[in-house]
């Protein structure tokens, strides 16, 4: 079992809709999560960072986090064509540790 | 505030040589970590360095090294390239680990 597993897509979604991304962790020690952006040819670029159990918003993205189920995701609204990337979800175990990515999920968003 | 920066941004070698890659973090950011993309791979941790220290490492051979800089500057070094050494080559920043990381725009190394 990997130690970050996602979907790896292609997810395609219409504009306007909601596309959800899902990740998964083995660690149950892990303590902080993140959700990277990349568009192809380009680096990742952070879009949220999240600690604790529940919900987190900003803008068009929440993330949630569910450590009991060592699940987290990442909720896009009113998607745009601009949204189509590979999204990165990175788990970090504990303060000072590498951080560990799993292997994207391809967002495609139809116009 | 001025970004991570990675110099060069592309480079072209063959099997056997070395190569030098370098990492500029952000103005303040201690902590630099090294990651390898590829397609199959995705994206793997190569190391991390913190006060000029190697902190953590991740599963790559020898032939892999880095290190830091008292200015946080960081350099990777890769030996004896293999064509499977291809990949896009990323730096991170964060202020001291263990935080949020803002990465570079990557070395694009192709070994031929």
């Known amino acids: 079992q990997k130690e970050v597993e996602q979907n790896s897509g292609p997810l395609s979604v219409p504009e306007g809709a909601i596309a959800s991304l899902n990740c998964t962790y083995s660690?149950?020690?892990?303590?902080?999560f993140f959700w990277y952006r990349q568009y192809s040819g380009k680096s990742p670029e952070l879009i949220m960072s999240?600690?604790?159990?529940g919900d987190k918003e900003d803008g068009r993205f929440t993330a949630q986090l569910n450590k009991a189920s060592q699940y987290v995701s990442l909720l896009i609204r009113d998607s745009q064509p601009s949204d189509s990337a590979t999204y990165l979800c990175a788990v970090m175990r504990n303060y000072g540790q590498n951080f560990v990515f799993g292997p994207g999920t391809r967002l495609s968003v139809l116009p | 505030k001025a970004g991570v920066t990675q110099t060069p941004r592309y480079l072209i070698k063959t099997r056997g040589q070395q190569v030098t890659l370098s990492c500029s973090p952000i103005s303040g950011h201690r902590s630099v970590s090294w990651y390898q993309q590829t397609p199959g791979q995705g994206l793997q941790f190569l190391f991390e360095y913190f006060s000029e220290t190697q902190r953590n490492k991740g599963n790559f051979p020898g032939r892999f090294s880095g290190r830091q800089f008292s200015n946080s500057r960081s350099e990777m070094n890769v030996s004896t390239l293999e064509l499977g050494d291809s990949a896009l080559y990323l730096c991170?920043?964060?202020?001291?680990?263990?935080?949020?990381?803002?990465f570079g725009p990557g070395t694009r190394l192709l070994v031929l």
């Open positions: 991170a920043s964060s202020l001291v680990g263990g935080e949020t990381q803002y």
């Open positions: 999240i600690y604790s159990n």
């Open positions: 660690d149950r020690g892990s303590q902080s």
